[in-house]
């Protein structure tokens, strides 16, 4: 009797365990199982330079979403899918610039308000972008004299 009483007691402390892990998992992980309030904007970059589905999406340095998704379009530009949290309004002259957190820190999206009154509606397309900065280009730029 106090065998089955034993393993039960372990049994349901694994138990606890298990649950406890995946909750911390999903906390730390930033992930959502049941859908957050969000909301599409689109942005097209010449270069989207290390941007992945996942990356955050900041404004005044708060992050405020995540990129959706990084396809090619039919210009051959980058056309990010950018995930943005449903309180937070952005202006339709706002602009959307790919940064790095450092030197050679990760890659994100910031997006740096407008002035107008206009709100860009679920599914507009952010106009005015700023591609990310490639360092190698740069030094091959300077190296050779072209700068």
């Not at 689109?42 to 995540?66: C, H, K, L, M, T």
């Not at 959706?68 to 980058?78: C, E, F, H, M, N």
């Not at 679920?122 to 030094?139: H, M, V």
């Given at each position: 009797?106090?065998?089955?009483?034993?393993?039960?007691?372990?049994?349901?402390?694994?138990?606890?365990?298990?649950?406890?892990?995946?909750?911390?998992?999903?906390?730390?992980?930033?992930?959502?199982?049941?859908?957050?309030?969000h909301y599409m904007?689109?942005?097209?970059?010449?270069?989207?330079?290390?941007?992945?589905?996942?990356?955050?999406?900041?404004?005044?340095?708060?992050e405020v979403g995540?990129?959706?998704?990084?396809?090619?379009?039919?210009?051959?530009?980058?056309?990010?899918?950018?995930?943005?949290?449903?309180?937070?309004?952005?202006?339709?002259?706002?602009?959307?610039?790919?940064?790095?957190?450092?030197?050679?820190?990760?890659?994100?999206?910031?997006?740096?308000?407008?002035?107008?009154?206009?709100?860009?509606?679920?599914?507009?397309?952010?106009?005015?972008?700023?591609?990310?900065?490639?360092?190698?280009?740069?030094?091959?730029?300077?190296?050779?004299?072209?700068?």
């Amino acid at each position: 009797m106090k065998k089955i009483d034993l393993e039960l007691s372990v049994g349901f402390f694994l138990l606890i365990g298990i649950l406890c892990l995946g909750y911390l998992s999903i906390k730390l992980g930033k992930l959502e199982i049941i859908g957050g309030q969000h909301y599409m904007l689109y942005a097209d970059f010449e270069n989207a330079g290390g941007i992945q589905p996942g990356s955050s999406i900041e404004i005044g340095g708060v992050e405020v979403g995540r990129v959706a998704s990084v396809t090619l379009d039919k210009d051959y530009q980058a056309l990010v899918g950018l995930e943005i949290n449903d309180h937070i309004k952005v202006q339709e002259d706002a602009i959307a610039s790919v940064r790095t957190k450092g030197l050679i820190g990760e890659r994100y999206v910031a997006i740096t308000p407008g002035g107008s009154d206009k709100i860009l509606t679920p599914g507009g397309k952010i106009r005015e972008t700023e591609s990310a900065i490639d360092i190698e280009q740069l030094i091959a730029k300077f190296a050779f004299g072209k700068v």
